[in-house]
């Protein structure tokens, strides 16, 4: 009996932590179980993207003209390596510049297997793990990058964006004499309609060709660079133009580019590494016009 008396005011007790406890979680005010999301954070979503502003608590709210794209997610782990450590300077750029944004990448994931045009036993088509977002510096095959990526980074509304892709280390990174190799250059991006995922306006001035790195030259980098435009949306030459050929894509000069149209220097910044598979015969194969598919 006695056990039992003292039982029962300890029981109550704890009752009434655990409910004290409960109203402090839920409470608005606190919040700890509302979200992981920081207090002040606006989501917006639609089919293509998270859009997110961040408004830190004590401090005046984030201008309303700047976004960055897919939620969260990695945006603060920062960079691995500095430009100059992953040779993007000199390699692609002359001189060391300030990066003003993160820049993210991601594949999909879910891509088509390739087809070993070397073995007629070989066949391609059946779903393969894609990269997905990828991290700077990140190892990714031609395979998983056959398609075009969605970018994002933090724009201004009312700027226009430029973004290349380019491999310094055609054909191959001890023997260069092929830099640069573009793979991609869209232009006139509204920083508002961002990401960039083929519905923002933008323009391919140069199609997307994905990793093509021939066997036995070793990893190639891919940089991606982002450029705000200095004069706003650019008339660029017809000339620039690009299909999905392989035709004046060597020897490009993306800071000779960059000059021309009064670009600037990149604000962001990202790269992968490739080598060979078998999914570059059939780019190969494609570039050349053998494969209409």
Known sequence: HRMASLARPLCSLATSLVSVCLLLCLSPS???LQSSVPIGLRVKTDACSLSAQVNRIGRPAAPTNLQMQFGLGNMFKGKEETAEEAGLVPDV????????????VKYPA????????????????TPTRGAGEIKTGQVVTPTQAQEKPVLGWEAEEGSYYTVILTDPDAPSRAE???REYVHWARVNILG??????????????????????????????????????QDGKTDFDDDERIPFVNSGRPNFKTA??????????????????????????????????????
């Open 176 to 178: 260069p004499k092929l």
């Open 110 to 125: 879910w891509v088509k297997s390739a087809v070993d045009l070397t073995n007629v036993a070989s066949f391609g088509g």
């Open 30 to 32: 606190v919040g700890f």
């Open 192 to 229: 508002e309609n961002l990401p960039c995922d083929g519905q923002d306006g933008g323009d391919d001035l140069k199609e997307y060709v994905g990793a093509g790195p021939p066997s036995n030259t070793g990893d190639h980098r891919y940089f991606f660079l982002v450029f705000k435009q």
């Open 256 to 293: 000779d580019f960059a000059a021309k149209y009064n670009l600037g220097a990149p604000i962001a910044w990202s790269y992968f590494k490739a080598s060979y598979d078998n999914y570059v015969l059939e780019l190969y194969a494609k570039l050349k016009g053998d494969d209409k598919n």
């Open 93 to 104: 750029w002359p001189e060391p510049f300030e990066t003003k944004s993160v820049l993210r």
